[in-house]
């Protein structure tokens, strides 16, 4: 038994070639983007907010979109739900997800494709909750429609097999209620929610929300590498007038805005991506500007601060039934803090040929909990190695299929209370930056965690799952199953006890991919996503959170790219109605 499954410029090149799979017109390699250009927008960050953003904001202006990775439509991989954990797995400098390990010790991953966290994550929807609509200050009827603009092309209702079902029906056995079927909206209790993978399996993207886009309105450049923002002066503000990014080949290209105060530069590179530009820009902490050489344009210490992922523990459950293969369907959204969802399959069970060349050894990929995609709570964190990943990989090769028939149930925090801190690494903006995020550091994340494993072991025990667990292994022994394949690094001793799971929840935590933070509200940005202290330029993606919408952010960050291109489009068009008037 075993723990892993655990653009370019339309009518200016006449000559580009539009990409693969996809037809738009207005996609091309940044290779082929002229010397020198100007537009309205300029979009930095083809992502989950960039692409909704920047297809609004074409229907009236000409926007460019800068996307350093390449298209989600040439990459199988990313469409396919069955290689959900080829892609994480993939380490390559091509490769859509770019890996990173937090100071931590977590292994984790950030996207570099056109489409962004979409093409990477599980593929879960579910909107942002009342509450949290009301406390950012949103319009909760705009709000709602861009949701809805959003769900028609991206978003489906997930047929549940019978794991997912009985997951289903024992959080509404133990208690973690009402029955609140299937939807999007974010409810106490237990629910079905959307995902972004179609009945065949195939993912929808952001990406596919550039199908709003106006094909005469919009630029989008794959492979295009921003390293810095542009600034002139207005007195003694700082305004953003352009960026310089470079292609495929190393050439140097420049975008600046035209002429016009209500022309912007928005960064939506992701909460990794955000700060460490604006950083290499000149905006952040002075002192660790200057200790890189950087001339500093705005001294502000917010930015890279408030970084935060929401931890996830799972617990396997071997099966004495076949179960299907499924990604995140279900969720108990519970009131205690902690969310639990499941994901379940025999094909994490599939072989794959090896590089060795000799065609006889073999590797299995175990979906959302693969070590090869770096989930490896065998280990403490820090001891989560390449070379610990490669033992991993060789001692799940030799385990019976059999024993590998089962499902994990996860619990993740909400929030979190935890926060952390991204940092420079140096002055490439193709590396990751350093980010620490500090995982339970407050006592209620901890907290949280031990009452989402106890959750998970109620449901595991239920009548309406028992079907899918062995009636007489007991839950201290599923634990250490969990945590000690393949080899005995960590046991729990204890039992079920509070302590016993405490450690359980430090030594095991993962990512789920919701970090957030770094250009937070109030921090670094106004409540309109303006940069403070700079005119033109402002940050729209997850870096501006202070804590991760709903269950799982995709959606959200989906819809904030929709509403902000509404409301810029709104508010721009009432002050030139002004001063026409005028």
């Not at 909750?129 to 200050?137: E, F, K, L, N, P």
């Not at 999007?184 to 929300?209: C, E, M, N, Q, W």
């Not at 352009?242 to 928005?266: F, M, P, T």
């Amino acid at each position: 038994m075993a723990f892993f499954i655990a653009t370019m410029l339309l009518g200016l090149l006449s000559v580009s070639q539009p990409a693969r799979g996809v037809n738009y017109t207005f996609m091309r390699e940044a290779m082929h983007a002229p010397p020198v250009t100007y537009y309205d927008y300029i979009v930095i960050g083809g992502g989950t907010a960039g692409c909704p953003l920047a297809a609004t904001l074409s229907r009236r202006y000409r926007v460019l979109l800068l996307e350093r990775g390449g298209s989600p439509y040439d990459d199988d991989r990313v469409l396919n739900m069955a290689h959900f954990s080829d892609v994480l797995s993939d380490t390559s400098a091509s490769s859509p997800s770019q890996r990173f390990v937090s100071e931590d010790g977590v292994i984790n991953s950030r996207p570099r494709v056109l489409g962004g966290g979409s093409c990477l994550n599980a593929g879960f929807f579910t909107r942002a909750g009342v509450g949290y609509t009301r406390a950012v200050g949103w319009d909760a009827s705009e709000v709602l429609s861009a949701y809805r603009w959003v769900e028609d092309v991206v978003a489906f209702q997930p047929e549940l097999g019978p794991w997912q079902a009985a997951v289903r029906r024992g959080l509404l056995e133990t208690g973690v209620v009402p029955d609140n079927g299937f939807t999007y909206d974010h409810i106490p209790g237990t629910k079905v929610g959307g995902s972004i993978f179609d009945p065949d399996g195939r993912r929808h993207t952001a990406a596919d929300l550039l199908q709003y886009a106006r094909p005469e309105g919009i630029d989008v450049l794959l492979r295009a590498r921003v390293a810095r923002i542009l600034f002139s002066y207005k007195g003694t503000k700082p305004v953003a007038r352009g960026v310089v990014y470079r292609d495929s080949l190393g050439i140097v290209h420049v975008a600046y805005l035209n002429q016009g105060d209500a022309n912007e530069i928005i960064l939506s590179a992701g909460a990794l991506g955000s700060p460490q530009l604006l950083m290499l820009s000149g905006v952040g902490p002075s002192d660790h500007l200057r200790s890189f050489g950087l001339d500093v344009v705005v001294d502000n210490p917010g930015v890279g601060q408030g970084m935060s992922d929401n931890p996830m523990n799972a617990i396997y459950v071997p099966s004495p039934s076949p179960v299907e293969v499924s990604l995140i369907q279900v969720v108990g959204i519970t009131r205690f803090g902690s969310y639990i969802e499941g994901a379940s399959g025999s094909d994490w069970t599939t072989r794959t040929a090896s590089s060795s060349g000799d065609g006889a050894r073999q590797a299995r990929v175990f979906g959302m909990f693969s070590p090869q995609t770096g989930q490896l709570p065998t280990v403490p964190p820090k001891q989560r190695t390449p070379e610990a990943i490669a033992r991993a990989v060789e001692a799940m090769s030799q385990v019976p299929d059999a024993a590998l028939r089962g499902g994990f149930i996860l619990e993740k925090v909400l929030g979190p209370q935890s926060t952390g801190s991204l940092a420079l690494r140096n002055l490439d903006p193709d590396d990751n930056p350093i980010v620490q995020f500090n995982y339970f550091a407050h006592p209620d994340d901890l907290r949280r965690c031990v009452a989402g494993i106890e959750a998970i072991e109620r449901v595991i025990r239920s009548r309406s799952f028992s079907r899918f667990a062995y009636p007489n292994f007991a839950f201290p022994a599923m634990l250490n199953v969990t945590a000690e394949f393949p080899a005995n690094l960590m046991r729990v001793r204890g039992g079920s006890d509070p302590a016993a799971l405490e450690r359980f929840c430090r030594d095991t935590v993962m990512t789920i991919w919701h970090y957030h933070g770094g250009c937070q509200v109030g921090r670094v940005v106004d409540r309109d996503y303006r940069v403070l202290g700079i005119d033109a330029l402002r940050v729209i993606d997850g870096s501006t959170f202070n804590a991760s919408p709903g269950t799982n952010p995709q959606a959200t960050v989906m819809m904030l790219g929709r509403y902000m291109g509404v409301k810029i489009e709104k508010e721009r068009t009432l002050i030139e109605g002004g001063a026409r008037k005028l």
